[in-house]
């Protein structure tokens, strides 16, 4: 009987859990739960007799595939790997797996809920701004960023986006207007929301220079991961341009410095928020065990991202 594991020290919904128990049980696998663990030995300890694992964005590094003797696949149930080592998996010849496209509209949806209470002041009494009329930059048009651009349609916004790797006639024909340039992205749009995933090419790339060129009053909004933001420059630059501000649902490394510089014009969620719905956590779960049970039935690897 192949043995599943769920690894997630921020828990999925119960919803979720029950549904993939549902798809687990139905192709008679044993299924197993470590929630909320706070060391790493934990994991390394759970994985043991594990067949197959599902994520978020737990760190699955050497050492756990090194534990997990039994181990033939892995499921990121979300959109980032960044996570998990790939070339590592490989070495253990296991296969590695994401659920892309689940979680988007709930990351989406965070980004308005982000963006709201930065326009009113962070609810403080003072008078703010309407998202309503104002030009919002899409940087990265994937699963997320066109669900940034259909909401952003219903606030009435003007929409941007740029994306390296999605022509931009493919961006046209989402209505949405495509930027030649990430610096005309920055340089155009009251607004940025970053999309992009953290690869080697875009850790640190939002650094002082591109921020720099935002209009009076811009707001960068990240929902992607902290790793592509330059911490150090994009502090400094935000302590010289008082008119910014900064919203992220992925806390800083240097999150007491920005919080105690940018009063009133900085925010970071306590917990990555983006995918925590009980909708994204039963889409992206119950997609996870079933893309365990395709594979191990009739290997399928259709969501295959160790290649
Ligand atoms: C993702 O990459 O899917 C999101 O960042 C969600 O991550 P989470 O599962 O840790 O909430």
Same mark, same amino acid.
């Given at each position: 009987?192949?043995?599943?594991?769920?690894?997630?020290?921020?828990?999925?919904?119960?919803? !979720?859990?029950?549904?993939?128990?549902?798809?687990?049980?139905?192709?008679?696998?044993?299924?197993?739960?470590?929630?909320?663990?706070?060391?790493?030995? +934990?994991?390394?300890?759970?994985? &043991? *007799?594990?067949?197959?694992?599902?994520?978020?964005?737990?760190?699955?590094?050497?050492?756990?595939?090194?534990? !997990?003797?039994?181990?033939?696949?892995?499921?990121? !149930?979300?959109?980032?790997?960044?996570?998990?080592?790939?070339?590592?998996?490989?070495?253990?010849?296991?296969? !590695?797996?994401?659920?892309?496209?689940?979680?988007?509209?709930?990351?989406?949806?965070?980004?308005?809920?982000? =963006?709201?209470?930065?326009?009113?002041?962070?609810?403080?009494?003072?008078?703010?701004?309407?998202?309503?009329?104002?030009?919002?930059?899409?940087?990265?048009?994937?699963?997320?960023?066109?669900?940034?651009?259909?909401?952003?349609?219903?606030?009435?916004?003007?929409?941007? &986006?740029?994306? @390296?790797?999605?022509?931009?006639?493919?961006?046209?024909?989402?209505?949405?207007?495509?930027?030649?340039?990430?610096?005309?992205?920055?340089?155009?749009? *009251?607004?940025?929301? =970053?999309?992009?995933?953290?690869?080697?090419?875009?850790? +640190?790339?939002?650094?002082?220079?591109?921020?720099?060129?935002?209009?009076?009053?811009?707001? =960068?909004?990240?929902?992607?991961?902290?790793?592509?933001?330059?911490?150090?420059?994009?502090?400094?630059?935000?302590?010289?341009?008082?008119?910014?501000?900064? =919203?992220?649902?992925?806390?800083?490394?240097?999150?007491?410095?920005?919080?105690?510089?940018?009063?009133?014009?900085?925010? @970071?969620?306590?917990?990555?928020?983006?995918? +925590?719905?009980?909708? @994204?956590?039963?889409?992206?779960?119950?997609?996870?065990?079933?893309?365990?049970?395709?594979?191990?039935?009739?290997?399928?690897?259709?969501? +295959?991202?160790?290649?």
């Amino acid at each position: 009987m192949s043995k599943v594991l769920i690894a997630t020290e921020k828990p999925f919904s119960k919803v !979720a859990v029950d549904g993939i128990k549902a798809v687990t049980d139905a192709a008679g696998y044993e299924l197993s739960l470590l929630e909320k663990y706070t060391e790493k030995s +934990q994991l390394l300890e759970a994985v &043991a *007799d594990a067949d197959a694992l599902i994520i978020r964005s737990d760190k699955v590094d050497a050492e756990v595939f090194d534990a !997990a003797k039994q181990l033939k696949i892995v499921v990121r !149930a979300g959109a980032g790997y960044d996570n998990i080592d790939l070339a590592s998996a490989t070495a253990h010849n296991v296969v !590695a797996m994401n659920t892309p496209g689940q979680n988007a509209n709930s990351v989406a949806e965070l980004v308005f809920g982000l =963006l709201v209470f930065g326009v009113r002041n962070f609810f403080n009494g003072t008078s703010g701004t309407e998202l309503k009329g104002k030009t919002l930059g899409i940087l990265a048009f994937g699963n997320v960023g066109r669900n940034v651009a259909r909401v952003a349609k219903g606030f009435d916004m003007n929409v941007k &986006a740029y994306d @390296a790797f999605c022509p931009a006639d493919v961006i046209e024909a989402a209505g949405v207007t495509a930027a030649k340039s990430q610096d005309e992205l920055f340089e155009t749009c *009251d607004i940025v929301s =970053l999309h992009i995933p953290a690869t080697p090419e875009t850790k +640190q790339s939002i650094n002082a220079a591109l921020m720099g060129k935002m209009k009076k009053g811009g707001i =960068l909004v990240n929902t992607a991961r902290k790793e592509v933001i330059n911490e150090p420059e994009l502090l400094q630059l935000l302590q010289e341009r008082t008119d910014l501000k900064y =919203l992220t649902d992925i806390k800083p490394e240097m999150d007491a410095e920005y919080a105690q510089a940018l009063e009133g014009r900085y925010f @970071a969620t306590p917990k990555k928020m983006g995918a +925590q719905t009980a909708e @994204a956590n039963v889409n992206a779960g119950i997609a996870a065990a079933n893309q365990i049970v395709d594979f191990l039935e009739k290997g399928i690897t259709k969501f +295959q991202v160790n290649k």
